[in-house]
Each structure stands twice: as C-alpha cells, then as structure tokens.
C-alpha cells in the first residue's frame, strides 16, 4: 500500500508519508488536548509531531488550495491545508482508491469508498481536533473564491502532482464546499 497521493510518489516517500500521516493521526489528538495548535512544528516537546507533518513529502493540490487562504485570510498554512483536507481527500479518491482508504485507516476514519463518506468523515476527525472548517468562519466570501481558484490553479509545481487532473473549476467547486 502507498499513501501519498500524487503522481510522482516513490515507495520510499510513501513510506515518509505513511510514517507522517500516522504520527499526525497519534500526535494532534494529543496536542488539542494540550491547548492548541499556534505553535505546531515549534514546540521542541512534539518533535514527533513535527518530524511527522512536516517531512520530505512532494506535495500536490491541497498545497496549491491552501496558498491562497494564507494569503488571502491569514492562515496558518497548516490550518488552511487542514480545512481543504477533507475536500481533497474526497476528491482524488476515486483517482487513487487503495492510497485514499489508506489514508483513512490510518487516521481511524473508517471512511466508506464513496467520496461523500470520505469527506464527511475527515470533515469530522478534523472538527473533532477543534478546527474550525468553513472557511466562511475565517472571513472568506463567495465572491472570492474565483479569483483563489486561479491562484491555486497557477501553482503548476503543485497541481501538476496531483493524482487527479485539478482544473481551476475543480478547485473553485472545493473551495464552495469548504465555505
């Protein structure tokens, strides 16, 4: 099985993005209960966490979806790429099946292999971790949303790995769904 979901992935980078997706699933339930999340990949006492979210993985269209939100609204870039999770996720499962389901079982989602199941259940670990995931609650408006769409679309080193073609209106129907 492999995990990373992007077209360049290589077994032994799969094997980085297992480890961080399963240090993640351990270590964030563990930090929310600490307190937070402002200084995730700085607290010297979490560096497992740190080690694991923030390895050597070449990243793919939930990057490129996540730049605009931190410009754009200000967001800790692993904040925005947590809210777009879950729309991702769904979104290239049908693209990378085995990759997708064993996402979700490392990170006990139990999801079904239909996308909506996907996406509601990663919609609930994240909100069960205290993240708020509409990104209306974070100041964005519909009628921004084109303009982040071709943003994101333009970052082509990160769209280009993605295991599902993303077209801008693609991205622009992931953003509606997260607002």
Known sequence: MTTAPNIKAHPLIDGYARLGIDLAGRYLARRRRRGGYRSAGRDDA???????????????????????????????????????????LAFNAS??????AGVASMLGLGAGARANDILTSAMDYCQALGI??????????????PIWAEEAFAIKRLIDNNPRPLGSQDILSIYRSAL
Request: hydrophobic share 40%; aromatic share 6%; with cysteine.
């Open 46 to 88: 979490d560096l497992f966490l740190r080690w694991g979210v923030l390895g050597p993985v070449n990243t793919a269209g939930g990057h490129a979806l996540a730049y605009p939100l931190g410009t754009r609204l200000k967001l800790p870039h692993g904040l925005a790429n947590a809210i777009i999770f879950p729309h991702v």
């Open 95 to 100: 693209a990378c099946p085995d990759k997708t």
């Open 132 to 145: 708020e995931m509409r990104l209306s609650r974070h100041g964005a408006q519909g009628q921004d949303l």
